[in-house]
Nanobody, 120 residues
Framework: QVQLVESGGGLVQPGGSLRLSCAASGSISSINVMGWYRQAPGKQRELVANIVSGGSASYADSVKGRFTISRDNAKKTVYLQMNSLKPEDTAVYSC??????????????WGQGTQVPVSS
């Protein structure tokens, strides 16, 4: 099995910064895509950013220029640096990974989610 463990969430003031981390562990052969999704109260979950193993990243329009996704393949960890945070960034942020298991099965995994309230 595979676990994704997130850290770094918490209350932040508008204009502030926060860095989320998500570490994968378990019977992993390789990880293709890693990313972050968020779900605000009363809204559908949306993709924030994702990054493939080679380093190419994509972002939601709403976070371009403010958020940066990166990954450390050796540590099986993905990061989300969030700058210039706005109240509308308030959401539960969840990590996602598309994993090739040692068994050769490919499975999507999700973290438990971390709260990011942006408020003064």
């Amino acid at each position: 099995q595979v676990q994704l463990v997130e850290s770094g969430g918490g209350l932040v003031q508008p204009g502030g910064s926060l860095r989320l981390s998500c570490a994968a562990s378990g019977s992993i052969s390789s990880i293709n895509v890693m990313g972050w999704y968020r779900q605000a109260p009363g809204k559908q979950r949306e993709l924030v950013a994702n990054i493939v193993s080679g380093g190419s990243a994509s972002y939601a329009d709403s976070v371009k220029g403010r958020f940066t996704i990166s990954r450390d393949n050796a540590k099986k960890t993905v990061y989300l640096q969030m700058n210039s945070l706005k109240p509308e960034d308030t959401a539960v942020y969840s990590c996602h990974a598309n994993v090739l298991l040692i068994s050769r099965a490919r499975v999507n995994y999700w973290g438990q989610g971390t709260q990011v309230p942006v408020s003064s």
